[in-house]
C-alpha cells in the first residue's frame, strides 16, 4: 500500500441532532475532534469533506484541510466518492480510509488497524468490529452485527452484516464499527453498483459490496468507540472527552 487518504465525511442534516458535526464538545466541535483523532493515527493526510461552509471554516480555524461537496449525496459513500475526484484527480492515493464524522472518542489506534486487511491483495474493502459485551446490544436493530469466520490473530472475513442477532448458536456476536478502508479501484467499482437485494432490505451498505462477490475482511478492536446520534449521545461524549483531559 502507499500513501492511504483519510476522508471524513460531514454533513449538516441530521434528524435527531441538528447541525451535529457542530456540536460543542470540550470547547470544540464534534467534527474538529474527529479531524484531531484522524490526524493523530498518522496513516496519511486527512481531509474533511462536507456540505457546509461552517464546517470547513471550523476544521481550516484548527489548521485542517476541508472540501465542498454537494448537499444531495445520497450516502457518505457518494460524498466520499466526489471529494475523492476533487482531492486527488490523478488517482495517487491507492487507499481510501472513511472515517465517520461522528465518532469523537475514536481511538486513533484502530484507524490504523482498518487499513492491515489489505496487506492481503485478496481483500477489496477493510473495515473493524469488536465483540459485544452487553447482552442487549445482542438484540439491538440498531446494532449492526458482522458475521464472518477468522483468518487470522484478530481477523474475519465477512460473509454477512445484519441487524438481526447472528450468527446462532454458542460463541462471540460481532458489532461492527462503520469505519472502512477501500482500495481505489475498489471503491471505484462499489460505487458504480446499483443498491443491491440484500442492501435495500437491511438498510446496510455494505452488503451491496458482497452480493456483488467483493471482499471484506474487518480487523477485531478491543475498542468501541462512541457513536454520537442522539442528545444522549452527545452527553456521554463530552463526559469522555472531560474525563481524557482531566486525566
Not at 447541525?19 to 479531524?35: C, Q, S, T
Not at 485542517?64 to 448537499?71: I, P
Amino acid at each position: 500500500m502507499s500513501d492511504p487518504l483519510v476522508l471524513i465525511p460531514a454533513r449538516m442534516a441530521a434528524t435527531r441532532l441538528p447541525n451535529k458535526p457542530m456540536a460543542d464538545i470540550a470547547g470544540e466541535p464534534m467534527i474538529v475532534h474527529v479531524w484531531r483523532r484522524a490526524v493523530e493515527a498518522g496513516i496519511g493526510p486527512v481531509v474533511v469533506a462536507t456540505d457546509a461552509v461552517e464546517i470547513v471554516e471550523a476544521i481550516e480555524r484548527v489548521g485542517g484541510l476541508a472540501t465542498l461537496t454537494r448537499a444531495d449525496h445520497p450516502s457518505g459513500s457518494d460524498r466520499l466518492a466526489e471529494a475523492l475526484d476533487i482531492i486527488d484527480p490523478q488517482g495517487n492515493h491507492d487507499v481510501v480510509v472513511n472515517v465517520q464524522g461522528d465518532l469523537p472518542t475514536i481511538d486513533p489506534a484502530i484507524i490504523g488497524a482498518a487499513i492491515t486487511p489489505l496487506a492481503d491483495r485478496a481483500v477489496d474493502i477493510a473495515t473493524l468490529c469488536a465483540i459485544i459485551t452487553r447482552e442487549e446490544e445482542r438484540h439491538d436493530p440498531n446494532v449492526v452485527k458482522l458475521v464472518g469466520h477468522h483468518v487470522g490473530p484478530n481477523r474475519l472475513r465477512a460473509l454477512y452484516f445484519t441487524r438481526a442477532q447472528a450468527p446462532w448458536g454458542e460463541g462471540p456476536l460481532f458489532h461492527h464499527i462503520g469505519l472502512y478502508a477501500y482500495r481505489r479501484r475498489a471503491l471505484t467499482r462499489f460505487m458504480a453498483l446499483p443498491p443491491g437485494e440484500l442492501e435495500t432490505r437491511e438498510k446496510l451498505e455494505q452488503l451491496r459490496a458482497l452480493e456483488a462477490g467483493m471482499r471484506i475482511d474487518a480487523t477485531i478492536v478491543d475498542d468501541l468507540p462512541l457513536g454520537v446520534d442522539t442528545p444522549a449521545d452527545l452527553e456521554r461524549a463530552r463526559a469522555v472527552l472531560l474525563a481524557r483531559r482531566l486525566n
